[in-house]
């Protein structure tokens, strides 16, 4: 019995992403703060999919750029008001690193706590398509092109306007922080949310 896949949960964590800014969404960033109130309510297929499998659903709040403090049902977990524009800089400082992995590590220990034996995890905020095209390219090596799609619906000028982006971002990390060996973790400070 102590093996067993037993007390579910799903950890939904929210934050917005820097470089949402330079256009690579087709929606901006308070779609972020609006969908994780209507996480609360029950209106996303993560709340569908979670009655229909018997997990509990813990929405956390890491990093939206807005105040959900006193929205009933989001865990305020903040480390900042999103991250920064990783074109022009490091989306997290190694501060906010360590803190982003030290509030996935506690939630899990809470999950844990109350008697959980399966988790999974997953996140919300728009431009979350960005960090995740760079790593694939980078840790999969493939292609970036390859790795790049619609998103949430971008058009074929958005597409490339997004590849344009995220291949400036990706040079730019070559020359500062990617000249070291490769490295997953400075990869997922310097891109992600």
């Known amino acids: 019995l102590a093996h067993s896949l037993a007390r579910p949960c799903h950890l939904l964590l929210g934050g917005d992403h ?11 960033r308070e779609v972020t703060w609006q969908q994780m109130i209507n996480f609360t309510r029950g ?50 400082s190694e ?16 999950c844990a706590k109350e008697g959980c034996r399966i988790l ?13 095209s760079i790593w694939m390219s980078l840790m999969g090596n493939i292609p970036l092109k390859d790795c790049i799609g619609a998103g949430a619906g971008l058009n074929d000028d958005g597409i ?3 590849y344009e982006v995220l291949a400036k971002s990706m040079e730019r990390y070559a020359a500062t922080e990617g000249a070291a060996a490769p490295d997953a973790s400075r990869m997922l400070r310097y891109f992600g949310g």
């Open 43 to 92: 209106g996303g297929g993560v709340n569908m999919f979670c009655r229909q499998h018997g997990f509990k659903l813990r929405i956390v709040d890491v990093g939206v750029d807005y105040d959900l403090s006193n929205v009933e049902g989001v865990i305020n977990r903040k480390i900042a008001r999103g991250t920064k524009n990783f074109l022009y800089e490091p989306a997290m």
């Open 95 to 110: 501060m906010e690193f360590d803190q982003a992995i030290e509030v996935g590590s506690n939630l899990v220990d809470e």
């Open 120 to 132: 999974s995890i997953g996140e919300m905020g728009i431009g979350n398509t960005s960090p995740s």
């Open 18 to 28: 820097g470089i949402e800014r330079e256009g690579v969404s087709v929606s901006p």
């Open 160 to 162: 490339r306007h997004k």
